[in-house]
């Protein structure tokens, strides 16, 4: 594979703004985590970025450098973070109510985590039904609530004397909600946030302010947002890279990681039942069938894109895919996932397998969040723009160009992801034929 050396990636000066609508489970945890790892009293598990090495050229150069040391990416002493909610609560108080991380823990990251106080949000009550709060942007339209984002987000970079900015969606699930006329283009769009159109929802109007004021943008839950022409134009014309939806993190992890592995032997399999119980905020949202509804198509989807039953009619043409989410308060943030797998072997026998995940939901969501505002950024000044597919990756639902399907397969995604830095490089890509260590 010929090296491509004209990747230019301008280096990683200054300050980066991390924004996040949503002071969550998911973002507290996230950024209590970073603060601790800076002060030495915690480990980036789970982190690509801080954590993993890239192979380079053949497997007898012995090279293997960290992913950190081969592509300039930020570095956590520059994160700065800012962001919105419906409810007051500084970073502090939203994960102490969280309960995620110990209070030890908390404690000792009180002071940066009480510096953040979420700034007024774009709330919509339509589309996250089950939650309410004081701290909302009340006057005007939706298109006013998007200059009063843009203004604060001036504020916060001129605050913060940023050099460049990130912005991921870490808020509530919103309702499902499929694109209308009114997403096709950037025009049709800012009228219908003028005439407050019930089609705009909150989420993208934060994606909008974020592409206008030259950020990239991740989405880390199911929700439309910026899956819709107005917006995809827009982050392209402007040069930015976008990514989403829903992070991978519990369950689907696990499906991604053994579907794959069922096709790679061609075992056949008749159904798969997948069940939760959660109480955390995101299991309480998730009880209302529409948020869950966007949240269920993202689950659905991946095992027939990675089982391709149009290819294997035998094997999975009759498979039956069922998702559950139950909210159960008692176990907070600690969610447990049962999977029943129903495969089938040499002459359709049938076999079962059962998954018992007991795991902690933001846990496994706070490095993904790391990540993508870390790989976002080395794409924006690698001068990459539009869906980043590399970053598929860390996604439930990866986003993807008209046409193509969604890549699932865990051990795909981060072939392709692995690839896309030896590419920024000018690294020889590694396709693993390896008939030259025989010859
Ligand atoms: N934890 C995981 O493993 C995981 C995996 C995939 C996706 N997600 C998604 O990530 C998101 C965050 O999860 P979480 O566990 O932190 O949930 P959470 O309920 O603890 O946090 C979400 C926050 O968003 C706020 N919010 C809602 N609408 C808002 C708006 N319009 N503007 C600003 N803030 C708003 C809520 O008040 C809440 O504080 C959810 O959508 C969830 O489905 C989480």
Redesign the pocket.
Known sequence: MSNQENVKIAPAQGKLGVLI?????????FMAGVEAIKRGIGQPIGSLTQLATIRLGKRTENRSPYIKDFVPLANLDDLVFG?????EDSAYQ?ASK?QVLEASLLEKVRQPLEAIR?MK????QD??RL?N?PN?KTQGTKFDKAQALLEDIKNFQQANQVARSVMI??????VFHKPSEVHQTLASFEEAMKRNDPEIA??QI?AYAALLSGIPFAN????LTHDIPALLDLARERNLPVCGK?????QTFMKTLLAPGFKARMLGMSGWFSTNILG???G???HDPGSFKS?EETKLSVLDSILQPHLYPMLYKDLYHAVRINYYPPRG?A?EGWDNIDIFGWLGYPMQIKIDFLCR??I??APLVLDLILFLDLAQRAGMRGIQEWLSFYF?APMHAPGLYPEHDIFIQLMKLKNTLRWMRGEDLITHLGLEYYD
């Open positions: 609508p949503g002071i969550g489970a998911v973002s507290t945890t962001g919105w909610d419906i409810y939203a969280a979420p949000a774009v709330f919509e589309y996250v939650i709060g909302v969606w870490c808020g509530s699930t919103e909150p989420s934060y880390g839950a199911p929700n829903d992070f991978k993190t519990g955390n905020r995101d309480e949202v998730l949240k943030d969610k939901d933001s496994l969501a439930k």
